[in-house]
Structure formats: C-alpha cells, structure tokens
C-alpha cells in the first residue's frame, strides 16, 4: 500500500458558488496554504455575535480548497482513495467537478474513492467544501484541519488488518491478526500471507498462510501469534510490538502490506477489583481534553498533539477522556508511545440540538458510519481502553434514550468486543424537564440572565451532587447506564456511595468533575475499587466556551458581575490545569499532591492587585486567581495571600531565612495552607512537616533589576519548532506585572505558525507576529519549510533583543 500525505500545493477561499463566480464580483482571492490548516483562524473576531463565547466569539464561516493532482497514466487500474482525517464540517469532496463524497460530522475521518473521476496521465482538480456555525459548544476551527492521505493500491489487496490479544498470562500470550484480503479483479487469485511481530527490533513470531480469493469477494485470514515472555502494553510500561503483514500472490510478488505499532494488553472490570489492566488495579487520574491546539487553532500536527500528551503524563495524569469527538491519528500514537490511557468519545449530541445547526440533525442517518469509523481508527491503538457514546446527552433521562444507547453500544460491540463502553452521562442534563421549573425561577431572579447549561450548572453550585443523586435522576438514567460496562457520571459524584447499595454491581468513572473539588472526589476513588477514576474538566485549556474559569471581582462602584457566558474579547475557557502554552497552572501541582505523586510542597500567590477584593462571580470550574511568583514590583510593603499546598500536618513559611508564619493544611481546603503576610522582596520559602519531621520544600525568589527576553527552544518530530519566551531578571526570574508587546520574525526557510499567549481575554490574532505577554510569558511556534539554519529574533518594546538559532 503506497500512502502519500498531501501537505503542500493547497489553496482555500470563502466559499463562492458558480454564479457568484459567473459575476466576478464578491469573490475572495484563492491563497496558498498547507494542510492541515485551520481557516478560522484567520477570521476577525467580533463582539456582536450571539452566544458568541461558545466558540471564542468566531463568526461562521464557509471554504473551499482545492489541490491539483496530477496522476501517471500506469496508474490506471489502481485503486485511489483519499483519507480525510478531518474536515469540520460538512464536507463534499469534488474531484474533476463531479461531487465524489460527504460528510456532515466534522470530527469523522472518512474515506473517498476517487479513482472513477480521475483523468490518468493529466491534472486533476481536488475540491474540499465545507462550513461551520453555530453548530458546536467550543471552538470547532474550519477546514482541512487533520491530514489528507492519498493512498494507491491494486484490485487485490488489504482492505483491513486488525490485531487483537486473546490471552495474557503465566508468561505466555496468544495474538491474533486478522487480515481482511479483498480481490476486484476478475479471476480468482492464489496468494499468501505472512506476518511477522517485532519487539525491540527482534523477530518473536512469524506465520505464513495461504488465501484463495474468488473474484469480487473479499477474504478474512485469521493467524495467531503465540508469544513466551511477551511485553504487555500498559501506561506505565508502554511496550510496543512492530506488527507487519505482508501479501504475495503465490508464486509472484508483494501485492500489498501494513506495518504497525502495536501493544498487548487485557482490560477488565469488576466491582471487587476495580479496572485491571494486564491484572493489575488502575486508578485513572484522568484529564478531559478538547482538540485544538492553542495558538494553531484547531489544525492538528503530530508533534503538538505529542506535545500535550507529554506534558499531561509529567503533570501526573495518566488518562485522556477526548472531549467530545474523537482523538486525532497523532494523538492516539502519541499516547501509545508515552503511555497513555484513552476514553475516545464519539458524540456531544444525537437527535436533541444544543446549539442551531449541529449535527442532531446528520445524526440520525449517520451515527452508524461515524461510530465505524472511530472503532476502525482506534482498533489497533493499546491506549484506547474505553469508547464513550455520548456526552450529556439529554436523551439520556427518557425509555427511547436507553434504545437509542442501546443500538450504538451494541454496535460498537459488534465491530470491537474487547474495549468498554462508557457515556458521560449528566443527571442534570437528562432530567432538566423535571428542574426546569426551578431553574427559570433562579433566571428571573438574576433579571432574566442565562448563560446556557454551564451557567446553570454555576448556578447550582453544590446542589448540582443533590441532584445527581436524586431519584428522578435515579430512575431516569438507569436503563442508560445498564446498557454500560461502566457508568459515566459528569458531575455527580455524590452518587458513588448511593449507588454501592442501589447498584452494587454498577462499575462507575467520574467521566466529568470539578477542578476545584478533586480532593474529595479521590478520596472517594481510592475508597471504592468500583470506581475507577475521575477525569477533570479540563485538562488543558482551550478556545471557546470562553471565560467559565474566569473570576469577576466587584468593582470599584459596587458593582457585580456576570455570567458564565463571557462577553468580547474573552477568547479561552480559562478552566484547564495546563494552559494553552503547556505551562502548568498551580490548580496542576495541587491535583498532583492529591494523587499522592509530589512530596514537595507548591507555592501559590494571590494576585495582589486583587487583595481585598470581593468575589462576584467564580463558576466551580475556576481555581483561584493565583500564580506561581514571588516577583511583585510595585507592590512592596502591600497585603498579599498565599496559598501553600502539601501532603503534610503544617506548613512553615519563611521570608529571606526567617519564619513569618505556620499554618496547619486543611484549614480551608484539604491539602492547603493559607497565610496572610506583606510583600518584601526576597527568597519565600515553604516547608512542609508531618509529625514534626520535614518532608519537603518549594521556594520562590522576586526579581531583580534587570529585564532579559528568554527563550527556550523545544524541536517537534513534524517539521515544529516550540520557543517559550519569557521576561525575566538577569537570573532567570520571571517578571510579574510588567507585561510587554512582542515583536517576532523569522529568518530561514521556516515561517511563523502561530503566536500568542495563556491570556483568556484578548482580542490579538494567533496569526499576528506582535503580541502581548501574559504573567510574563508568551508563546510561538515555527514552522520548517526547507534545510537550513532557521532563526527566530524576540523585540520587546522596551529596547530588549535576543535571536534564537533554532
């Protein structure tokens, strides 16, 4: 099989029809791109659109791209199909002028024959249509924004290979591979096939097996593998295997061949036990994660995706729910790689609209297709251990929503027996007919002001657990979480305990939660094996959905503020343990001693701006408003509060070598310290004592008098370079509260991919080359278009200079 991915040679556009073209007038310019490409991206935000914070105030959109591909005339006879990873949304593929395919989700990786429409020997025209708004909850992005493949093979061939572990234990495992092998000729074909496991570069097993195959009709070879000794795949001991599958007509040549990585495992769940991976009791810590990739938009490169996976593992998860469609290509070999456990989710809505124009509308006619071809991609993925069908599904509270779960389960269960199949079910969400009543009534009160469904969850506060474990939400959702093999609960565990009596067989997964109550929520998965672990919201941040984590304070005029739903130029969601950058935010190290993964204790500091400020608004997604910084000028001598967090009895606080404070943890909030003091500059210090002995430390140093652009350079695997600039001291401190205008260029071939920082409310462009800093940081990613030395030159405008080779 002869795969190609189809980069460069791209141009895109609004979208114009024939008529418009026929006038001449209104049309835009076509414009060179590479794919994938996010051409959302480049569109002018604006502050009067309606509900315009669920997608970071984007306004809709519709493209076209178009691509020449020229064909060798000797290809004739073969087999063409282009794979579309990604193409948000509603996609028609034109090839030659004639409509080849659609597809309405914009999440599905789909497939489009295109050979029937090809002139061989000559130019062929490729168009990609497409167009979205008002059709997702979150920034969605536009246009080609995974990879394109086009991929060559002859009538006889491959058409599927699966692998799959039948047994795991006693030093001894049995793989098997079936091989899916298709003929489209027109005689019968005699041929072999052999395959062959790799491990750390040596051969472990090999099978060779003949395969008839009758003209028209396709073929499946199963071959096991019996292994002694084998390397089972896990998160935490992420062994690979080099899979290769190799087709021959007897007698004659290679016809057609896969290689794959490949990991073996076994998933299990009971309530004794708990999830076992390989016979082992895992506890998922696990991080809900949206797809785009910060300052790229929604465009999808391999090393970005790895980029984040990287970081969630070192900030101690060891899961991904993807939130809610499903994981890239990249991101799912990424996680195979480093060792990561994946919830891949199929949809956000089925036949209930959450917003105008979704795909509630494409879901009855295509939740099949698009449920095929997410199992098709993740089948041979060791870090995909569950499926998830659905997120807050309204259906979900009626007798039709369980039928309607019931079909997809068992259909994803007919195509893959061996993963489990989950559903982020909210309790609110499935019974709001039933509290709707009240929930106007709390509107009405606050002057008729809605932010949608995550306002309202706001608005519940602590009453959204009493709900969940109510008996309407009991009896609503039973049938839909009999269907699992694990419940899903979003925000809802106040039912864990419940439901060990109601359901003492239900296995259950915080599938949702809150950032802010992640000490109590493990407390409860450590003490029950039936539940398996909790996933944040969110992991990391991202666009849209804009300001839920923000914090308003009441103004100087007494004046509170707002909803969740944030007004223009908010642009992210402000809620994610790791910002869009990948820098670490202190909610990260506080979850991370709450696993029981840091010993040393973390500083956190309030904003002093802010000292003494009443709080208007703050959703439970929000941490509070501090940073990791001891670097304040201009605020010497003022009142400031820090927050300490730590696995300990006490904590000491220390000021230049002397102690200004000793506070127990958990005053406030488990595993926190919290101290009142003034601002000096200095070196503050905690140490953390747990029955009188020191069990670690965590400092912080103010800044000196000298401001410096820093620079780190982080190298991807595609093409990426990743460059963290900083303003800092002439030691390396990071400065707070000095801010500056960036100005970045590129020399080389290379070119500037994206630019911009973690600040949530913003109205600068991604694609811009100027660009603030926020809590003194700022963020760019390069780009290679050639060999050959690539710098990049940071200007700030206070007269500081650094270039940076890359």
């Known amino acids: 099989m002869a795969t190609e991915t189809l980069v460069d040679g791209w141009e895109y556009r609004a979208k114009a029809s024939v008529f418009s073209e026929l006038g001449g007038a209104g049309t835009d310019a076509w414009r060179t791109v590479t794919v994938p490409h996010d051409a959302l991206l480049s569109e002018q935000r604006r502050a009067d659109l309606a ?436 419940a899903g609960m979003n925000y809802a565990e106040g039912r864990y305990e419940l439901d060990r009596e109601l359901f003492p067989n239900r296995i259950i997964v915080g599938t949702e939660s809150f950032p802010t109550r992640i000490a109590e929520i493990w407390a409860l998965v450590e003490a029950d094996p039936r539940v398996v672990g909790d996933f944040t919201w969110t992991g990391w941040d991202y666009i849209g959905e804009a300001g839920i984590g923000g914090i308003d304070y009441v103004d100087d005029s007494g004046t509170a503020a707002q909803s969740v739903a944030r007004d223009y130029p908010w642009l992210l969601a402000y809620c994610g343990d790791i910002d869009i950058t990948g820098h670490r935010r202190p909610a990260s190290y506080y979850r991370e001693i709450v696993f029981g993964l840091r010993s040393n204790p973390f500083i956190a500091v309030q904003r002093p701006q802010h000292h003494g400020k009443q709080i208007a608004f703050a959703t439970p997604w929000a941490w509070t408003d501090s940073v990791a910084s001891w670097a304040w000028h201009g605020h010497e001598g003022e009142l400031i509060h820090v927050e300490i967090y730590g696995r300990a009895d006490e904590i000491a606080l220390l000021l230049n070598g002397d102690e200004i404070g000793r506070q127990p943890v958990g005053t406030q909030m488990e595993f926190r310290a919290d101290f009142e003091t003034t601002y000096h500059p200095g070196h503050l210090e905690a140490v953390a004592y747990t029955a009188g002995v020191e069990t670690g430390r965590h400092g912080l140093h103010s800044a000196g008098c000298e401001r410096h652009i820093r620079v780190e350079v982080e190298d991807g695997s595609d093409q990426l370079t990743f460059l963290a600039l900083s303003l800092t001291d002439e030691d390396g401190t990071r400065v707070m509260g000095e801010d500056q205008l960036l100005e970045v260029s590129v020399e080389g071939p290379a070119c500037l991919q994206g630019f911009g920082s973690a600040n949530p409310k913003t109205e600068e462009s991604f694609l811009s080359d100027r660009h603030m800093t926020f809590d003194g940081r700022a963020f760019a990613v390069v780009r290679r278009t050639g060999d050959g030395v690539v710098s990049l030159t940071a200007r700030g405008d206070r007269g500081a200079t650094v270039t940076t080779n890359l």
């Not at 295109?114 to 000559?122: C, H, K, R, V």
């Not at 990609?128 to 008002?134: F, I, N, P, Q, S």
């Not at 098709?376 to 039709?400: A, L, M, R």
């Not at 009405?444 to 602590?462: H, P, R, Y």
Request: aromatic content about 8%; charged content about 25%.
């Open 51 to 486: 509900h315009g914070a669920t997608n970071g105030h984007f306004p809709p959109g519709s493209y076209q791209y178009r691509r020449t591909l020229f064909v060798d005339a000797e290809r004739a006879g073969d087999r063409l199909t282009l794979i579309f990873e990604g193409v948000y949304r509603s996609a028609a593929v034109f090839v030659n002028g004639t409509l080849a395919a659609q597809r309405p989700n914009g999440y599905a990786e789909f497939s489009v024959r295109i050979d029937p429409y090809l002139e061989f020997g000559a130019d062929n025209e490729i168009v990609v249509e497409c167009r979205t708004g008002k059709d997702a909850r979150w920034y969605s992005g536009a246009g080609i924004y995974r990879p394109v493949h086009l991929v060559t093979q002859t009538p006889l061939r491959l058409a599927d290979v699966r692998l799959r572990t039948l047994s795991l234990g006693d030093g001894q495992a049995v793989v098997e591979v079936a091989s899916l092998v298709r003929n489209d000729g027109l005689r019968t074909e005699l041929c072999r096939l052999a395959t062959h496991l790799e491990a750390q570069g040596k051969l472990v097993s090999q099978d060779d097996a003949p395969v008839t195959v009758p003209p028209g009709e396709e073929m499946l070879v199963r071959q096991r593998h019996y292994l002694h000794e084998p390397l089972a795949w896990s998160a935490e001991t992420p062994h690979l295997y080099d899979a290769s599958v190799v087709l021959r007509r007897d007698g004659g040549g290679q016809v057609d061949d896969r290689q794959l990585p490949w990991g073996l495992r076994v998933v299990q769940v009971d309530p004794v036990h708990g999830l076992r991976v390989n016979g082992s009791t895992v506890k998922l810590r696990g991080a809900c994660v949206h797809h785009d990739n910060g300052v790229l938009g929604a465009a999808t490169f391999a090393s970005a995706e790895e980029r984040r996976v990287r970081l969630l593992k070192e900030a101690g998860f060891n899961a991904i729910r993807s939130a809610h469609n499903p994981l890239s290509r990249a991101m799912l070999d990424a996680c195979d790689r480093l060792g990561m456990y994946v919830m891949d989710e199929t949809f956000d809505m089925w036949t209930v609209s959450k917003t105008d124009d979704d795909y509630s509308y494409d879901f009855p006619q295509w939740w099949q297709r698009d449920v095929e071809s997410m199992v098709t991609k993740d089948i041979n993925h060791p870090s995909v251990i569950f499926y998830s069908i659905g997120n807050e599904i309204p259906e979900n509270g009626s007798p039709f929503g369980g039928v309607q779960s019931r079909r997809i389960a068992e259909h994803i269960r007919t195509l893959d027996p061996t993963r489990l199949v989950t559903n982020g079910i909210n309790g609110f969400v499935a019974t709001m007919d039933e509290v709707l009543a009240a929930m106007k009534s709390q509107v009405s009160a606050n002057d008729g002001s809605t932010g949608g469904v995550n306002t309202m969850m706001a608005q519940l506060g602590d009453f959204m657990n009493v709900i969940s474990a109510s008996e309407p939400v009991t009896r609503r959702t039973e049938e839909s979480q009999a269907v699992l093999d694990v």
